[in-house]
């Protein structure tokens, strides 16, 4: 039983092959037509969670001549596999489902012993990071980029104040597959009928898929694109140009409670007098004047 076959020639080859992986997230049964590249195979050789054809046969992947023994095969081991038969007939036969634990290596990325605190994705994810937790829903964020991940457990970053659990900025990326890109497996994931919460592209550049996520119902963040990715989910398309910013303490309204430690952060210290200071390494993100309960940091 295949339920979806991707063969629209207005896709890329590697792109079909991305949206064939968006709707395996869904865990639906997928059949897709394309000559994909060597490094978009290789990508998605762990990343299959429903079953997931690919016709012609690629080379390195098991080939089946019956549909429902590739689809088998497909489920039982995780593993993309190559189908040459005849293209079968489609149904559908389930509701979309969708577990991030599956997900886990790339959900609970970390930034390491060495905190990149001058990062330039800092300050987007730190955004959406506090939209995303606001939401009574199961968001997922795939991204064309990340924060740098390792497998140490230092956390790499917080941002959350006040009643929130603080959590990992790194933790907003849930899907990271290069080279296949952001849009093409949002765009699967929605077509899969993923309706939890809302799907995010984030996006290198605004390619021709980026309006397709958004027709379907789900956001794209355009990097280099200068608008307020803080504006997503009132303006569904947004851009994200990095500009550093630097945050200051302003001496005269702190009242040197100790709150805005709380981040984490590596840039906001304490200091001999009380007001703690902010290094010039800050990225801008917003974390600390959050927490000040003074509007001392601006
Ligand atoms: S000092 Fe404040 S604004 Fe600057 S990076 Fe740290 S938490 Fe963000
Ligand atoms: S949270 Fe605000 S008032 Fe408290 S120490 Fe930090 S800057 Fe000062």
Known sequence: MVEFIINYSGYSEDDKLAIAVGLSMTFRQVLVEARPSAEALEAIKNGVWGALLI???????????????????????????GYEGPLPKVAR????????????????????????????????MACLYRQLKLLDAVPIVVSDVRLQPSGVSQPDYMVIPTWHIPNEVAEVVDVYMPPLKATAIALGIL????????????????DYLAPKV?????????????????????????G?????RQYVVDPSLCDKCGECLKTSCPAIT??????????QTCTGCGACALLCTRGAIH
């Open 55 to 81: 016709t012609p046969c690629p080379s390195d992947l098991p080939c089946f001549k019956d549909v429902e023994d590739a689809v088998n095969y497909s489920e039982v081991y995780s593993t993309p596999v």
């Open 93 to 124: 036969r389930r509701t979309s489902t969708f577990n991030k634990h599956y997900l886990k290596p790339w959900r609970w990325a970390r930034g390491g012993e060495k905190m990149e605190v001058g990062h330039y994705l800092l300050p987007l």
């Open 191 to 206: 077509t899969g009928g993923y309706n939890a919460g809302p799907v995010i592209a984030i996006a290198k550049t605004r």
């Open 214 to 238: 958004v027709e379907m119902g789900g956001y794209v963040v355009i990097l280099d694109e200068a608008s307020d990715p803080c504006q997503l989910f009132s303006r569904r398309i947004v």
């Open 240 to 244: 994200y140009s990095y500009k550093r």
């Open 270 to 279: 304490p200091s001999p007098l009380g007001v703690p200071q902010i290094l």
